[in-house]
């Protein structure tokens, strides 16, 4: 079984009784990831030790520079030196393309616009009832916390959740997934724990989701790109209420 955390020592402060409360308790870890394109060394992820495939293959789409797994020759995962070798048709991109952000890792491009046009509707109640079931599957979450999440939803039922240490690599996680499952659903909604930041918003786009919910804030940046997309933001989604920021519409009473 893949080791995702380990066992640490701490002591805990009490005000109360002005001293210190000594046990373990599980830490989260944080693994390196080489990723090899073509024999070219692209990238170092730091991510959650598994769905490692996932991971390679839902960034290598959502950079653009594969659309489906018939661009894939073949995937060579060696765990033991932390190395994913990916063998695709059409050769990428210069990895110096790629800029860091304060959000993640991001083209020096942006994609494409474009509208989505898939008129999916859904009542508040069964949103809530999404993310509450979304939260429900958050194993390593409610176990020790510090992991992110992310999940894809039809109409009717979520179809892939992941956990991971980053909230890009969730999204990356997903896409790979997505992919791996030979797309063989149309997203309706994307339920995420971390902000929406402008380059999410990116990847989410690609997914094509009418939806995106979070229980945290989407920045400014990818509200008026949702606007622009005809995707609508969810924020703050609490047991209650949540926020809309753009195409209410889609939310409907």
Known sequence: MTEVSKSTEFWKYSKGNKSFDTGNQPI????????VVNNQHFINFICS???EE???LGFLWNQ???ENMDDV???CYQPDFRQIKVDIINEPNNPRSLIRTTTGISLLQKTSNFNIKDPFSITPDNLIDFFQMFTSQQKYYQTMGGFHSAALCDQNSIRISVEDVGRHNCLDKLSGLFLLNDKSFSPKMMLLTGRISSEMFDKAKKLQVPIIVT?????????????KSNITIVGYLR???FTIF?????IQV
């Open 54 to 56: 996932a991971l390679a």
């Open 64 to 66: 653009g520079w594969i």
């Open 246 to 250: 753009s195409h209410q519409e889609r």
């Open 28 to 35: 989260i870890l944080e693994s390196p990831l080489e990723l």
């Open 215 to 227: 229980k945290t804030t989407p920045t400014h940046n990818a509200v008026i790109e949702a606007i």
């Open 239 to 241: 047991s209650d209420s």
């Open 49 to 51: 030790p598994f769905a």
């Open 73 to 75: 020759k073949q995937v």
